[in-house]
């Protein structure tokens, strides 16, 4: 497996999604893989914790998983299967739009928790990985490969040394600030205006769910939106997500309530009118924020993956499975026939920010798409195009969804598709006009030619 490559010491910074997968990756490839992690150990911690819930697993994150043995079990003994849009109008009408009329692919609804802790589990298998939790990456010299942590129970300061140093701590990356100070580093992050909080739909009385399962349900209302994924145990995960100023603005139960019967009138039931105000005034809205920056890599010594690299707004639900990508990619790169690690990070760096930069504008603009376009019938009429030419052509035309979501294609290229298609459809839409008119013209001209 591992090549030409030398064993390498290995320190992973962070076993959340992508930390524990990449150790996972390391360890498969024979190197000596220790992973610190600042809390305590998942599998322990019965309640959800960390951003959100539950998570839409697509072909990028499968393809990891693969990789390394999970991909089945994640897909048959924990996903739930979601085939499309399902939109709940505010007269509490419901319509659907399939994500892939074509060959039936699904997003599958996955527990964060779950996942996390099936990883964390499946790297006890390997006895060249080591799993430190409670452990806060506190100091580092990425160039040393030297990192300081601090036991967040005994406050101990544990420090060690490691050839390559991987940073998977999420969107607030130590180690990525430690990178910072490295010259020609590009950095940019911004909050967007919206929030999100999250809510639940409990099972109904026989423990089955209350709304179709095998569905991503949005509840659109142009500058904002609820969505709701399924869970194993027969409830929901809703998020809201809006304007801070609107969460703001619904500081007592009476505007909550008002609000929900404004917008989301069928959700109150289905949540429960206690459960709502309780679920509601419980937490307070969080934000968003979007991440790009590069080079990941120091030299041979260090890189960040993951939310560390290239955090994004979570509408495309393609944060987890681009940081699964990550791995995937690296992976491959550990196979070419050199022993050149610095190579391999440049590399690795180069050519995966440009399409972390494009899934990041992808899910700035799927925002729009879920809380807004999805209700237009221009929307509407353009998705039925692009199925019908998809039908006809599917090596040729894949719709963009369709090549972000059920394909490995770079990021970068599903965007070059779309601009394509859409000049392909307009210049057919000018060519039509330009034959109406023509055929009119003609019309008009035997019309006249003809009375005089
Ligand atoms: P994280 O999951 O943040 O893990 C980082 C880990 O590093 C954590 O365990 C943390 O404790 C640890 N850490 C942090 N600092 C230190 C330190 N100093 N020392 C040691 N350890 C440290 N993605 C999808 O693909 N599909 C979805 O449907 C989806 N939905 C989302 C919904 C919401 C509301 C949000 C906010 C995000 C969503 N995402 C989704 C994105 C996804 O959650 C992230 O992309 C993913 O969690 C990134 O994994 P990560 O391992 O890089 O970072």
Redesign the pocket.
Known sequence: ENGTFKKLDVVV???????SLEALFLAKRGHRVRL????EDIRNTPQAR???IN??LSIR?RTALREVGLEDHMINNHGIPMKGRNIHRIDGSTYIIPYDSRTKQCIYSVGRNYLNGLLLQESEKYENVERFFN???IASNLREGFLSFQKTDTKEIVEVNADLIIG???????VRKEIMKQPLFDYNQKYIEHG?LELCIPPDSNGGFQMPPNYLHIWPRGEFMMIALPTRTGSWTV?LFMPFTHFKSLDNEDKLLKFFEKYFPDSIPLIGKQKLIADYFAGSASP?IAIKCRPYNVEDKALII???AHAVV?FY?????A?FEDCTILNQLFQKPHDDLAKILKEFSDTRWEDTFAISDLAMYNYIEMRDLVTRPSYLLRKAIDDVIFWLVPKVWIPLYNSVTFSTIPYTQCIKNRQWQDKVLNRSLLFLGAVTSAAGAFYVYKKIVGLS
């Open positions: 910074v962070g076993g959340g999604l992508a930390g610190y992690e600042y809390r960390g951003r959100s998570l839409a994150g452990h806060k990456l998977a701590d999420g969107a607030f990356s130590a999100y998020t968003l993951g939310d560390a979570p639900g393609q944060g987890m499975n940081g």
